[in-house]
């Protein structure tokens, strides 16, 4: 699969992903009018990841000690705060029409469920290597 298939093909996914988890699991605590505000919400989300992740390389190289003691955890936990901290911050300033969540329990949540959605999209629609 080339590139830009895959990318498109786990954007669709990742916002599909997101709609569905915001209409299904949290109905009661995370408002989504449609599919274009999961896209709005997805593309945000890539946008913050893409600029916010290497800015923690810092972090990384001080936490290290703590990351080799819990073998990755301290990382997957920071990076799901951090995701949940971006996703309920596009909620609450209605950064996209349609899109609101009620409180830090429910973007921490979503958070989780969304990372799991977005691996198993990679897992799928991911480019295969060609060794």
């Known amino acids: 699969m080339d590139t830009v298939r895959s990318l498109v093909y786990r954007f669709v996914w990742n916002a599909l992903a997101l709609f569905l988890l915001a209409k299904g699991v949290y109905s009661d605590r995370v408002e989504i009018s449609g599919l274009w505000a999961a896209a709005g919400v997805v593309l945000l989300l890539a946008l913050a990841q893409a600029f916010v992740r290497p800015a923690l390389f810092f972090f990384r190289i001080v936490t290290f000690p703590l990351n080799l003691l819990t073998l990755g955890l301290a990382s997957f936990v920071a990076g799901l705060v951090l995701n ?18 009620k409180d830090f329990g429910a973007a921490f949540g979503m958070t989780l469920l969304y990372t799991i959605a977005n691996t198993l999209g990679n897992m799928l629609f991911g480019q295969k290597r060609q060794d």
């Open 84 to 101: 949940a901290i971006v996703f309920f911050a596009i909620g609450q300033t209605q950064l996209i029409n349609g899109f609101h969540v």
